[in-house]
């Protein structure tokens, strides 16, 4: 285990509802990133936080934002959810100094009807 | 276009024998190259990473390659056993984008006894 926890492990939402996603980091890492990763899919950097600062974002739309706390834990949220949203959606941590190796959680894994 | 290629189909084999993966990219150039693994509905577990000016890694029974030239990379388990079967991906590393990784869709191995 990586100490990377997120919550909740499985969520069921319907088209057009806002969904949070919680990640707490590994203790002493204060970089989070978010991937999404659909079924069969490689995981697709969402972004990344960085003492509480947004420090990189993928192709993604506004709908999906982010919150970094004093604690480095992190939350992700998606407005106006659309079903191909419905994926596998993961946080990693990192530490300063060495950002090239990242640590998962296991994952949220949402449901959009 | 980019893009990075790891085989689709599952690979089965037999216990014992060695397992060898493949990541191919195109239209890439990255300072590094990891290899993770994935078991369902769970994180991806980090394995190795590799370094541009590095052409092999090991790590146990684990070794990687990677030949910027040819723009692959290619991963051995020996002496496999059933406890590594598993999905295992590749991603790309780049210094110059915050150490955003850009992976590959993953290749399902089996190992059987």
């Known amino acids: 285990e990586t100490g990377v926890t997120q919550s909740p492990t499985h969520l069921i939402k319907t088209r057009g509802q806002q969904v949070t996603l919680r990640c707490s980091s590994q203790?002493?890492?204060?970089?989070v990133s978010w991937y999404q990763q659909a079924l069969g899919q490689g995981p697709q950097f969402i972004f990344q936080?960085?003492?509480?600062?947004?420090?990189g974002r993928g192709n993604f739309p506004p709908r999906f934002s982010g919150l970094q706390f004093p604690n480095y834990s992190s939350e992700l949220n998606v407005n106006a959810l659309e079903l191909d949203d419905s994926a596998l959606y993961l946080c990693?941590?990192?530490?300063?100094?060495?950002?090239?190796?990242?640590?998962f959680g296991p994952g949220t894994r949402l449901l959009v009807l | 276009s980019q893009k990075i290629e790891q085989n689709s189909e599952a690979l089965n084999i037999q216990e014992g024998k060695t397992a060898t993966l493949t990541c191919n990219y195109t239209?890439?150039?990255?300072?590094?190259l990891q290899w993770y693994r994935q078991d369902p509905g769970r994180g991806p577990v980090f394995l190795l990473l590799i370094r541009e000016n590095e052409k092999e890694k090991r790590k146990e029974r684990l070794k990687v390659t990677f030949d910027t030239t040819l723009k692959q990379s290619l991963f051995h388990i020996t002496a496999s056993q059933p406890a590594d079967s598993a999905t295992y991906l590749c991603?790309?590393?780049?210094?110059?984008?915050?150490?955003?990784?850009?992976w590959g869709a993953g290749t399902k191995l089996i190992i059987k006894p």
């Open positions: 203790s002493g890492h204060n970089t």
């Open positions: 936080y960085y003492r509480e600062e947004e420090n």
């Open positions: 991603a790309l590393g780049f210094m110059d984008s915050n150490y955003q990784l850009i």
């Open positions: 239209n890439y150039s990255p300072a590094y």
């Open positions: 990693a941590s990192s530490q300063q100094g060495d950002e090239e190796t990242q640590y």
